[in-house]
């Protein structure tokens, strides 16, 4: 099964605009979420994390935004720029835990010039 | 300098081969980790060693053996090759065994034959 989950394969935004990627998960044991980048041939690079105390945190042009009612987080990046075109990974996990990260299966985002 | 890096990055072999991929991190980290991408994309834990020592077994088949002479190096042999251990491997490291944030190598693209 599936824990986190990320719907939309892909994303397509023009440059300047907001790209918002939506990532669900289901085990409410899950207490801390971190967005990961990955360009191709590259490994996934670390990009913003949030615990489950908060509902927002911000970092430059992103912002990760979590409703634990709903459990669903978004990344939020404002403007979005042709260098941010990657792959983007979800991933949580429970604090106290060996450190085991559940990844979705990530969304492309496509910046257009 | 790479912080972890791995060897080699494209391995092609036949089926029923033995091979291993290296991994070395310089961030002087205690925690290292093994990630499987498979056809579907989706990043999965394998292994985890915190300071040589085992503390993440997900459900890997006997063929993958991981092994860790020191904290700095986490390889991985797999015995007997199957056409199924096609995917793309990816090695991590963190500050300590909790440690959420994990930073990760460009990856081994394994290819069986």
């Known amino acids: 099964d599936q824990q986190v989950k990320q719907n939309s394969p892909s994303l397509s935004v023009q440059e300047g605009r907001i790209s918002i990627l939506n990532c669900d998960y289901t085990?409410?044991?899950?207490?801390?979420f971190l967005w990961y980048k990955k360009y191709p041939a590259e490994g996934p690079t670390f990009l913003i994390s949030?615990?489950?105390?908060?509902d927002k945190n911000e970092d430059g042009r992103f912002t990760v935004f979590l409703n634990k009612s709903a459990k669903h987080l978004s990344l939020h990046i404002v403007p979005s720029q042709p260098g941010d075109s990657a792959v983007y990974f979800c991933?949580?996990?429970?604090?106290?835990?060996?450190?085991?990260?559940?990844f979705g299966q990530g969304t492309t985002l496509q910046v257009k010039p | 300098d790479t912080a972890v890096s791995q060897t080699p990055k494209y391995l092609v072999t036949q089926m029923g081969n033995d091979k291993s991929i290296k991994c070395e991190q310089n961030?002087?980290?205690?925690?290292m980790y093994w990630y499987k991408q498979d056809s579907k994309k989706f990043l999965k834990i394998m292994f985890s060693?915190?300071?040589?020592?085992?503390?993440i077994n997900e459900t890997v088949p006997n063929r993958f053996s991981p092994k860790s002479p020191d904290k700095a190096h986490l390889n991985l042999h797999i015995n007997s090759l199957e056409l199924g251990d096609s995917a793309v491997y990816f090695c991590?490291?963190?500050?300590?065994?909790?440690?959420?944030?994990?930073?990760f190598g460009p990856g081994t693209r394994l290819t069986v034959l």
């Open positions: 991590a490291s963190s500050q300590e065994a909790r440690g959420h944030t994990q930073y």
């Open positions: 085990n409410s044991m899950f207490d801390y």
């Open positions: 949030i615990s489950s105390i908060k």
């Open positions: 991933a949580a996990t429970r604090s106290g835990n060996t450190g085991k990260l559940i």
């Open positions: 961030l002087g980290h205690d925690t």
């Open positions: 060693y915190n300071n040589k020592e085992l503390i």
